[in-house]
């Protein structure tokens, strides 16, 4: 028997319905440009899975796919333009945007391309200059 919890989500129309089940690898906000271009914001809320944990259970023929570099394939729907999730191959997982899964108790851990950001937050969490070491970045630390 499965145990795991599984939260619903979706495009903004409702035309893809996905779950996501389990413990995400992390969760945080994304400062890079990339990010803020591609979500219209100044920075962008996280959450990252292992690819199997997220599952398209309707609409899949209607998710359209963007990648500006191979780091990083952008699902979207067709119908709204609602942003769903970026696969990033590189790294092994999939980040589920945190505004598409309303129920998912959200918990930020951290800030990741910092040295980029346009909208500074003093929240306590750790703040990096890239990525950790462990997701190929540089590991190190910036300023609040």
Same mark, same amino acid.
């Given at each position: 028997? +499965?145990?795991? #919890?599984?939260?619903?989500?979706?495009?903004?129309?409702?035309?893809?319905?996905?779950?996501?089940?389990?413990?995400?690898? !992390?969760?945080?906000?994304?400062?890079?440009?990339?990010?803020?271009?591609? &979500? !219209?914001?100044?920075? +962008? =809320?996280?959450?990252?899975? %292992? $690819?199997?944990?997220?599952?398209?259970?309707?609409?899949?023929?209607?998710?359209?796919?963007? +990648? #500006?570099?191979? @780091?990083?394939?952008? %699902?979207?729907?067709?119908?709204?333009?609602?942003?769903?999730?970026?696969?990033?191959?590189?790294?092994?997982?999939?980040?589920?945007? !945190?505004? =598409?899964?309303?129920?998912?108790?959200?918990?930020?851990?951290?800030?990741?391309?910092?040295?980029?950001?346009?909208? @500074?937050? #003093?929240?306590?969490?750790? %703040?990096?200059?890239?990525? $950790? #070491?462990?997701?190929?970045? &540089?590991?190190? &630390?910036?300023?609040?």
């Amino acid at each position: 028997m +499965n145990n795991e #919890k599984t939260y619903k989500g979706s495009c903004f129309c409702g035309a893809v319905q996905f779950t996501v089940s389990g413990k995400p690898e !992390a969760m945080g906000y994304c400062h890079c440009e990339s990010c803020r271009h591609w &979500s !219209a914001s100044p920075v +962008n =809320a996280f959450i990252l899975w %292992k $690819p199997e944990a997220v599952q398209v259970i309707s609409g899949e023929e209607n998710i359209g796919t963007y +990648n #500006k570099t191979p @780091r990083s394939y952008r %699902k979207w729907c067709k119908t709204c333009g609602g942003h769903l999730f970026t696969e990033h191959p590189d790294m092994g997982l999939t980040d589920v945007y !945190a505004a =598409a899964i309303p129920d998912f108790p959200y918990r930020p851990g951290i800030h990741v391309n910092y040295q980029e950001t346009v909208l @500074r937050i #003093k929240d306590g969490l750790p %703040k990096m200059k890239d990525l $950790p #070491k462990e997701m190929g970045g &540089s590991g190190i &630390s910036v300023e609040e």
